[in-house]
């Protein structure tokens, strides 16, 4: 176990309970990368597929110094399916990305947690076939380091069901944070549910159903992930835009509130200022301010989370620099930001307000024109626009949809009468099924 406690800021300690582990050996600032390192036995199949002569193989072609190395690791429990030792060590170890399965002799040390203080990076663009262990929050010195083995799944799991998956394929029982149960792991708990539901829609899903889970996951060793995902079923109708803005809105929330990387908190952020920005695109001659604004929020929220452990030369943080630069040349925003900076004349309009109230929108003219719509003006063209779509045929994606978001903000006593008599979870189920930004939006009070 070759780590320089002068060189990397932790050292592998025996730890209660859990063989050993990597303590921080000072204080680990987010973003510090901690450990960096090339894989070994790198099997070119995925874990679903992976058999004992893969595993002999690639053993068998190592040398001697790494098979030393590879025979030191953390055994793994003895299941009726693992015959060597090297499977056990393999299976104990491994990691994957779906189309490879590889060791690393080092990381392999870092214990899970359900919450992690880091995350592994393995970009192959940047870093090839090398691995990083990055902190994701301050890490005191003393404090244990871990990551999770497969926040993927972990994140949309009750504590109860990751006991039954963590048992069968690593054979301990985690007690970190949000698996001691109590108050805290009832509220984990439920915000896991929710961001599972989040999820599914959010990829045309209908939400899988892991009670088989709750059960203890059937006779087999190891619950495969293909068979939690295999009984996903497509949602009848595409999800409408300002549904994803409102449902990728609440899962960056929900994902901050559980600690979740950064990394997915940026994304669910990115992705509701893309669903904005297509919900602005489907009325191009109506630009709402307000959802401009919102466009701005989500990227820059994006970008200031993801940079709280990246660089902004980070491949991760330029692929979202330029997303919103790509965004902002869409007209239609183009148009509102340029706005709301502080006046725009375009063919001799002055859209400055004469009074101090801003406008609720700009109206592009069939002559390219632009106009101020206040409220009550918006109002009007909205209305006559629904009688016409009330009239015409349904679409899949009514392209009006976004005038009964508007329709949905009047409502909030609505909302507010819901929540004092049903309680937030119902509002909150409510949300899924019929969300509007408004709805998001008081769930997140
Ligand atoms: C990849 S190894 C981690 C390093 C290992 N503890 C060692 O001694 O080398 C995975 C194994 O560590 C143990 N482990 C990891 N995280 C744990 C946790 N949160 N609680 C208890 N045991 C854990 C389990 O035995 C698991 O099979």
Redesign the pocket.
């Known amino acids: 176990m070759a780590t320089s406690e002068e060189q990397y800021p932790f050292a592998i300690r025996p730890?209660p309970?859990?063989?050993?582990?990597c303590i921080a050996t000072r204080p680990i600032a987010p973003g510090e990368i901690i450990y960096q390192e090339a894989t070994i036995m790198h099997i070119p199949v995925p874990a679903q597929t992976l058999t004992e002569t893969h595993i002999n193989t690639a053993f068998a072609a190592l040398p001697e110094s790494q098979k030393e190395s590879v025979l030191g690791?953390?055994e793994?429990?003895h299941r009726t399916d693992l015959h060597s030792k090297v499977m056990r060590i393999f299976k104990?170890?491994t990691f994957g990305d779906g189309s490879a399965c590889w060791l690393h002799p080092t990381i392999?040390?870092?214990?899970?947690?359900c919450v992690p203080n880091a995350t592994t990076h393995n970009d192959p663009c940047c870093l090839g076939d090398e691995a990083q262990i990055v902190a994701e929050k301050e890490i005191a010195e003393g404090e244990e380091i871990?990551f999770s083995y497969n926040n993927e799944m972990y994140e949309i799991t009750t504590a109860r069901q990751r006991k039954v998956l963590l048992e069968k394929q690593?054979?301990?029982?985690?007690?970190?944070k949000a698996c001691g149960g109590g108050e805290e792991g009832r509220v984990r708990d439920q915000r896991r549910v929710l961001i599972k539901a989040l999820r599914a829609r959010l990829h045309g899903l209908q939400t899988s159903d892991f009670r088989f889970l709750d059960d203890g996951g059937g006779e087999e060793n190891e619950v495969a992930e293909m068979d939690l995902w295999v009984k996903e079923v497509p949602l009848k109708e595409k999800l409408p835009a300002e549904k994803r803005v409102a449902y990728n809105v609440l899962l960056g929330n929900l994902r901050e509130a559980e600690g979740m990387p950064t990394e997915d908190i940026a994304v669910s952020y990115w992705h509701a200022a893309e669903a904005m920005l297509d919900q602005m695109m489907q009325m191009p001659d109506v630009v709402v301010l307000q959802w401009a604004k919102n466009v701005e929020h989500y990227m820059e929220k994006a970008i200031e989370v993801n940079e709280r452990v990246r660089t902004p030369y980070d491949h991760e943080s330029q692929t979202l620099r330029s997303a919103w630069k790509a965004m902002q040349s869409r007209p239609c925003l183009k148009v509102a930001l340029a706005f709301l900076d502080g006046g725009l004349k375009v063919k001799g309009h002055d859209l400055m307000s004469v009074d101090d109230e801003e406008p609720f929108a700009i109206q592009i003219t069939k002559t390219g024109g632009l106009v101020e719509l206040y409220e009550y003006e918006c109002n009007e063209l909205f209305e006559a626009r629904d009688d016409i779509s009330v009239a015409s045929q349904e679409d899949e994606l009514p392209p009006d949809g976004i005038l009964r978001t508007i329709r949905k903000k009047m409502s909030t006593e609505k909302l507010r009468s819901h929540i004092a008599s049903h309680g937030v979870y119902k509002v909150i189920g409510a949300a899924l099924t019929c969300a509007a930004p408004v709805a998001a939006y008081w769930m997140m009070r």
């Open positions: 730890i309970n859990k063989g050993y582990g690791l953390h793994g429990i104990a170890n392999s040390r870092f214990n899970h947690s871990f690593y054979g301990f029982e985690c007690d970190c």
